[in-house]
Protein backbone atom coordinates (compact mmCIF):
# COMPACT_ATOMS: atom_id res chain seq x y z
CA UNK A 1 0.00 0.00 0.00
CA UNK A 2 1.51 3.34 -0.97
CA UNK A 3 1.79 6.34 1.72
CA UNK A 4 -1.79 6.82 3.30
CA UNK A 5 -3.59 9.82 1.69
CA UNK A 6 -7.60 9.73 3.40
CA UNK A 7 -7.72 7.82 6.60
CA UNK A 8 -11.39 6.87 8.26
CA UNK A 9 -11.20 5.59 11.32
CA UNK A 10 -13.87 4.35 13.15
CA UNK A 11 -16.88 7.08 11.50
CA UNK A 12 -20.42 6.87 13.06
CA UNK A 13 -23.10 8.78 11.36
CA UNK A 14 -26.46 9.03 12.20
CA UNK A 15 -29.54 10.88 10.71
CA UNK A 16 -32.10 10.91 13.61
CA UNK A 17 -32.25 6.77 14.53
CA UNK A 18 -31.06 5.39 11.92
CA UNK A 19 -27.31 4.11 11.87
CA UNK A 20 -26.02 5.35 7.79
CA UNK A 21 -22.30 4.55 9.00
CA UNK A 22 -21.18 1.80 11.52
CA UNK A 23 -17.62 2.21 12.51
CA UNK A 24 -15.88 2.71 9.12
CA UNK A 25 -12.53 2.08 9.07
CA UNK A 26 -10.96 2.80 5.55
CA UNK A 27 -7.62 4.07 4.53
CA UNK A 28 -7.16 5.23 0.88
CA UNK A 29 -3.41 5.63 -0.27
CA UNK A 30 -2.03 7.59 -2.79
CA UNK A 31 -2.74 7.30 -6.17
CA UNK A 32 -5.31 4.20 -5.51
CA UNK A 33 -8.89 4.20 -7.16
CA UNK A 34 -11.41 2.96 -4.95
CA UNK A 35 -14.78 2.32 -5.99
CA UNK A 36 -17.99 2.11 -3.31
CA UNK A 37 -20.66 -0.29 -4.02
CA UNK A 38 -23.72 -1.78 -2.78
CA UNK A 39 -26.96 -1.55 -2.58
CA UNK A 40 -29.01 1.49 -2.71
CA UNK A 41 -29.46 3.40 0.90
CA UNK A 42 -25.74 1.05 2.22
CA UNK A 43 -23.94 4.38 2.71
CA UNK A 44 -21.70 4.71 0.20
CA UNK A 45 -22.98 8.79 -0.74
CA UNK A 46 -22.90 9.43 3.05
CA UNK A 47 -19.50 7.96 3.12
CA UNK A 48 -17.87 9.83 0.34
CA UNK A 49 -19.86 12.98 1.53
CA UNK A 50 -18.59 13.10 5.14
CA UNK A 51 -14.87 12.92 3.70
CA UNK A 52 -15.19 16.69 3.07
CA UNK A 53 -18.25 17.12 5.67
CA UNK A 54 -20.26 17.88 3.93
CA UNK A 55 -22.27 15.49 6.15
CA UNK A 56 -20.74 16.00 9.88
CA UNK A 57 -20.02 12.52 11.67
CA UNK A 58 -20.42 11.74 15.19
CA UNK A 59 -17.85 9.83 16.50
CA UNK A 60 -14.40 8.33 14.70
CA UNK A 61 -11.79 10.89 13.07
CA UNK A 62 -11.03 11.33 9.17
CA UNK A 63 -7.60 12.85 8.26
CA UNK A 64 -6.31 13.59 4.70
CA UNK A 65 -3.11 13.35 3.93
CA UNK A 66 -2.04 13.69 7.67
CA UNK A 67 -4.29 16.57 8.51
CA UNK A 68 -7.30 15.47 10.69
CA UNK A 69 -10.56 17.30 9.22
CA UNK A 70 -11.63 20.38 11.55
CA UNK A 71 -15.53 20.66 12.39
CA UNK A 72 -15.17 24.15 10.62
CA UNK A 73 -13.86 27.34 10.06
CA UNK A 74 -10.84 28.58 7.47
CA UNK A 75 -9.31 25.57 8.31
CA UNK A 76 -12.15 23.10 7.19
CA UNK A 77 -12.38 25.46 3.92
CA UNK A 78 -8.41 24.98 3.36
CA UNK A 79 -8.76 21.28 3.58
CA UNK A 80 -11.96 21.23 1.51
CA UNK A 81 -10.13 23.18 -1.63
CA UNK A 82 -7.93 19.77 -1.52
CA UNK A 83 -10.55 17.77 -2.50
CA UNK A 84 -12.16 17.71 -5.22
CA UNK A 85 -15.76 16.65 -5.32
CA UNK A 86 -17.88 15.77 -8.66
CA UNK A 87 -21.85 14.77 -8.01
CA UNK A 88 -24.65 13.42 -9.57
CA UNK A 89 -25.89 16.98 -10.67
CA UNK A 90 -23.13 18.85 -11.96
CA UNK A 91 -23.56 21.93 -9.78
CA UNK A 92 -22.20 24.40 -12.54
CA UNK A 93 -22.97 28.29 -11.89
CA UNK A 94 -25.77 28.64 -15.06
CA UNK A 95 -25.16 32.61 -15.33
CA UNK A 96 -21.00 32.24 -15.75
CA UNK A 97 -19.50 30.47 -19.30
CA UNK A 98 -17.76 27.24 -18.74
CA UNK A 99 -14.49 29.19 -18.66
CA UNK A 100 -15.26 31.16 -15.78
CA UNK A 101 -16.53 27.77 -13.81
CA UNK A 102 -13.27 26.42 -14.18
CA UNK A 103 -11.48 29.49 -13.03
CA UNK A 104 -13.41 30.72 -10.24
CA UNK A 105 -11.83 28.45 -7.09
CA UNK A 106 -8.38 29.12 -8.23
CA UNK A 107 -8.90 32.37 -8.30
CA UNK A 108 -10.96 33.45 -5.28
CA UNK A 109 -9.49 30.09 -3.51
CA UNK A 110 -6.06 29.84 -4.66
CA UNK A 111 -5.12 33.29 -5.19
CA UNK A 112 -4.38 32.80 -8.99
CA UNK A 113 -3.50 35.95 -11.54
CA UNK A 114 -6.99 35.71 -13.89
CA UNK A 115 -4.27 34.85 -17.05
CA UNK A 116 -2.26 32.46 -15.48
CA UNK A 117 -6.50 30.43 -14.10
CA UNK A 118 -7.55 31.05 -17.70
CA UNK A 119 -4.07 29.20 -19.10
CA UNK A 120 -4.74 26.56 -16.32
CA UNK A 121 -8.62 26.22 -17.42
CA UNK A 122 -8.05 25.97 -21.13
CA UNK A 123 -5.41 23.06 -20.32
CA UNK A 124 -7.76 20.98 -18.23
CA UNK A 125 -10.76 21.73 -20.91
CA UNK A 126 -8.62 20.35 -23.15
CA UNK A 127 -7.84 17.60 -21.53
CA UNK A 128 -11.66 16.90 -21.10
CA UNK A 129 -12.23 17.59 -24.52
CA UNK A 130 -14.24 20.77 -24.32
CA UNK A 131 -12.16 22.95 -24.67
CA UNK A 132 -14.28 24.67 -27.71
CA UNK A 133 -16.70 24.82 -25.33
CA UNK A 134 -14.87 27.50 -23.43
CA UNK A 135 -17.44 30.32 -24.35
CA UNK A 136 -20.52 29.04 -23.90
CA UNK A 137 -23.02 28.84 -20.82
CA UNK A 138 -23.84 25.09 -18.68
CA UNK A 139 -27.37 25.38 -20.15
CA UNK A 140 -26.06 25.42 -23.63
CA UNK A 141 -24.08 21.51 -23.26
CA UNK A 142 -25.28 18.43 -22.68
CA UNK A 143 -25.18 16.79 -19.38
CA UNK A 144 -22.46 14.84 -20.57
CA UNK A 145 -20.37 18.08 -21.26
CA UNK A 146 -21.45 19.56 -18.28
CA UNK A 147 -19.73 16.62 -16.15
CA UNK A 148 -16.69 17.02 -17.77
CA UNK A 149 -16.21 20.46 -16.90
CA UNK A 150 -17.50 19.74 -13.41
CA UNK A 151 -14.17 17.56 -13.29
CA UNK A 152 -12.16 19.78 -14.81
CA UNK A 153 -13.25 22.55 -12.39
CA UNK A 154 -12.49 20.16 -9.91
CA UNK A 155 -8.98 19.75 -11.23
CA UNK A 156 -8.18 23.38 -11.67
CA UNK A 157 -8.09 23.08 -7.41
CA UNK A 158 -5.19 20.71 -7.47
CA UNK A 159 -6.91 18.64 -5.35
CA UNK A 160 -4.74 15.64 -3.23
CA UNK A 161 -8.07 13.33 -4.17
CA UNK A 162 -10.93 13.18 -6.13
CA UNK A 163 -14.60 12.29 -5.11
CA UNK A 164 -17.36 11.11 -7.71
CA UNK A 165 -20.19 10.22 -6.09
CA UNK A 166 -22.40 8.65 -8.73
CA UNK A 167 -21.15 10.88 -11.51
CA UNK A 168 -22.59 9.47 -14.46
CA UNK A 169 -26.00 8.23 -13.26
CA UNK A 170 -28.01 11.12 -14.00
CA UNK A 171 -26.87 10.43 -17.36
CA UNK A 172 -28.24 9.45 -20.92
CA UNK A 173 -26.70 6.07 -21.84
CA UNK A 174 -24.68 7.27 -24.73
CA UNK A 175 -23.40 10.35 -22.37
CA UNK A 176 -22.05 8.02 -19.54
CA UNK A 177 -19.00 6.63 -21.65
CA UNK A 178 -17.63 10.15 -22.73
CA UNK A 179 -17.37 10.80 -18.56
CA UNK A 180 -16.15 7.87 -17.52
CA UNK A 181 -13.42 7.82 -20.29
CA UNK A 182 -11.91 11.08 -18.39
CA UNK A 183 -12.27 9.38 -15.10
CA UNK A 184 -10.12 6.34 -16.79
CA UNK A 185 -7.21 9.10 -17.96
CA UNK A 186 -7.30 10.49 -14.21
CA UNK A 187 -6.99 7.15 -12.49
CA UNK A 188 -4.32 6.19 -14.99
CA UNK A 189 -2.59 9.71 -14.38
CA UNK A 190 -1.95 8.74 -10.95
CA UNK A 191 -4.76 10.94 -9.11
CA UNK A 192 -6.38 9.49 -5.84
CA UNK A 193 -9.61 8.56 -6.39
CA UNK A 194 -12.87 7.18 -4.35
CA UNK A 195 -15.96 6.84 -6.47
CA UNK A 196 -19.16 5.71 -5.52
CA UNK A 197 -20.51 4.27 -9.22
CA UNK A 198 -22.91 1.50 -10.55
CA UNK A 199 -20.58 0.63 -13.30
CA UNK A 200 -18.91 -2.39 -12.72
CA UNK A 201 -17.04 -2.46 -16.23
CA UNK A 202 -15.46 1.00 -15.12
CA UNK A 203 -15.05 -0.26 -11.75
CA UNK A 204 -12.64 -3.22 -13.27
CA UNK A 205 -10.62 -1.35 -15.41
CA UNK A 206 -9.34 1.23 -13.28
CA UNK A 207 -10.27 0.23 -9.25
CA UNK A 208 -7.47 -1.14 -7.03
CA UNK A 209 -9.96 -1.83 -4.57
CA UNK A 210 -14.00 -2.54 -4.36
CA UNK A 211 -14.86 -1.48 -1.41
CA UNK A 212 -18.72 -3.00 -0.65
CA UNK A 213 -21.00 -1.52 1.77
CA UNK A 214 -24.54 -3.19 2.89
CA UNK A 215 -26.08 -1.22 5.37
CA UNK A 216 -23.42 1.27 6.41
CA UNK A 217 -20.80 -1.42 7.20
CA UNK A 218 -17.94 -2.50 4.80
CA UNK A 219 -18.75 -5.77 3.90
CA UNK A 220 -15.89 -6.90 2.10
CA UNK A 221 -13.07 -5.30 0.10
CA UNK A 222 -10.46 -7.14 -2.32
CA UNK A 223 -9.08 -5.78 -5.35
CA UNK A 224 -11.68 -6.33 -8.59
CA UNK A 225 -10.81 -9.52 -9.74
CA UNK A 226 -10.94 -11.06 -6.71
CA UNK A 227 -13.40 -9.14 -5.70
CA UNK A 228 -16.09 -9.82 -8.56
CA UNK A 229 -15.14 -14.00 -9.16
CA UNK A 230 -14.65 -14.85 -5.81
CA UNK A 231 -17.17 -13.06 -3.81
CA UNK A 232 -16.52 -14.50 0.05
CA UNK A 233 -19.56 -13.21 1.61
CA UNK A 234 -22.97 -13.67 1.18
CA UNK A 235 -24.05 -10.56 1.04
CA UNK A 236 -21.96 -9.65 -1.22
CA UNK A 237 -22.36 -12.75 -3.77
CA UNK A 238 -26.26 -11.97 -3.77
CA UNK A 239 -25.90 -8.05 -4.73
CA UNK A 240 -23.36 -9.39 -7.48
CA UNK A 241 -25.62 -11.79 -8.56
CA UNK A 242 -28.40 -9.26 -9.15
CA UNK A 243 -26.32 -6.98 -10.82
CA UNK A 244 -24.11 -8.67 -13.10
CA UNK A 245 -26.44 -10.85 -14.74
CA UNK A 246 -28.23 -8.32 -16.82
Known amino acids: ?16 DLHVLKDIDLTVGKGEVVILIGPS ?33 KELAALRADVGMVFQSFNLFAH ?22 EKKAMDLLERVGIAHQAQKYPAQLSGGQQQRVAIARSLAM ?16 EMINEVLDVMVELAHSGMTMIVVTHEMGFARK ?21 FFTNPTTDRCKEFLSKILTH
Open 158 to 173: DPKVMLFDEPTSALDP
Open 206 to 226: VANRVVFLSDGEIVEQAPPDE
Open 96 to 117: KTILQNVTLGPIKVRKMGKADA
Open 41 to 73: GSGKSTLCRTINRLENFESGSITIDGVELPEEG
Open 1 to 16: MSEPLVVMDGVNKHFG
